[in-house]
């Protein structure tokens, strides 16, 4: 998938979060020439969607996408609040085994964070 294709395909997309996002994801590696959870990791043991995580203020929640010692990565709809969404990621952050990085991508915008060090990256696309 090129990223032209990409972008043509997730712009016209009406879909809700819960409905994009592993379709999603999957695209996302298709463009960038690598191999998403299922197919580099079958057993889910260390690169998977849906990454049930304990949270570090109690109960129990769901990383939308993990890779071991890499990143978490917690999808929401258009126009939410990409703080409260890494507000999440870091709630999971023992549970997922302190992955280094967190995204939190929305319908037009993606922040990229370090778990560490808190500093971000937003890009918008247009």
């Not at 032209?4 to 879909?15: G, I, S």
């Not at 990454?51 to 978490?72: L, Q």
């Not at 023992?94 to 990256?121: D, K, N, Q, Y």
Request: with cysteine; hydrophobic share 35%; net charge positive.
């Amino acid at each position: 998938m090129t990223p032209d294709e990409f972008v043509r395909k997730w712009k016209a997309a009406e879909l809700k979060e819960r409905s994009a996002a592993q379709s999603h994801f999957n695209d996302l590696c298709r463009m960038l020439d690598e191999l998403g959870p299922t197919d580099a990791d079958p057993t889910g043991e260390w690169y998977c969607f849906e990454k049930g995580a304990t949270k570090s203020t109690g109960g129990e929640g769901w990383a939308d996408v993990w890779k071991r010692d890499h990143f978490g990565w917690e999808y929401k709809g258009k126009r939410k609040d990409l703080n409260a969404a890494f507000a999440q990621l870091q709630q999971y952050a023992l549970a997922l085994e302190h992955p280094a990085s967190g995204f939190t991508p929305t319908g037009r915008t993606v922040s990229a964070r370090s778990m560490s060090s808190r500093s971000t990256i937003c890009a918008k696309r247009r």
